[in-house]
Nanobody, 121 residues
Framework: QVQLVESGGGLVQPGGSLRLSCAAS????????MGWYRQAPGKQRELVAD???????NYADSVKGRFTISRDNAKNTVDLQMNSLKPEDTAVYYC???????????????WGQGTQVTVSS
């Protein structure tokens, strides 16, 4: 019943910008952490950035200073503003939330289907 829908991926030149958005819906009771992960070909999925319900952010060293994560608790959305993009940022980006659902008081992790980001000239 929990669905995460990502948007905003695409092709961009090095140095360019993209903004990813993720909207959570379904029988959600509370959302704790919201974040973005990415997976490049042949690599493990890695945390890009996440943000707590209280607004505390965490970034991978490789994106610190270039990416900004934000959330709108009223709309159950999380965004990732990506600036100064590099070819190394090319990956499938996945939205993730840690949340409880109605009728089940244990935190679970939920994933979106992923959106492709390609940085190339």
């Amino acid at each position: 019943q929990v669905q995460l829908v990502e948007s905003g991926g695409g092709l961009v030149q090095p140095g360019g910008s993209l903004r990813l958005s993720c909207a959570a819906s379904g029988s959600i009771f509370s959302i704790y952490t919201m974040g973005w992960y990415r997976q490049a070909p042949g690599k493990q999925r890695e945390l890009v950035a996440d943000i707590s319900a209280g607004g505390i952010t965490n970034y991978a060293d490789s994106v610190k200073g270039r990416f900004t994560i934000s959330r709108d608790n009223a709309k159950n959305t999380v965004d990732l503003q990506m600036n100064s993009l590099k070819p190394e940022d090319t990956a499938v980006y996945y939205c993730n939330i840690k949340a409880t659902v109605a009728g089940w008081g244990i935190q679970q992790s939920y994933w979106g289907q992923g959106t492709q980001v390609t940085v190339s000239s």
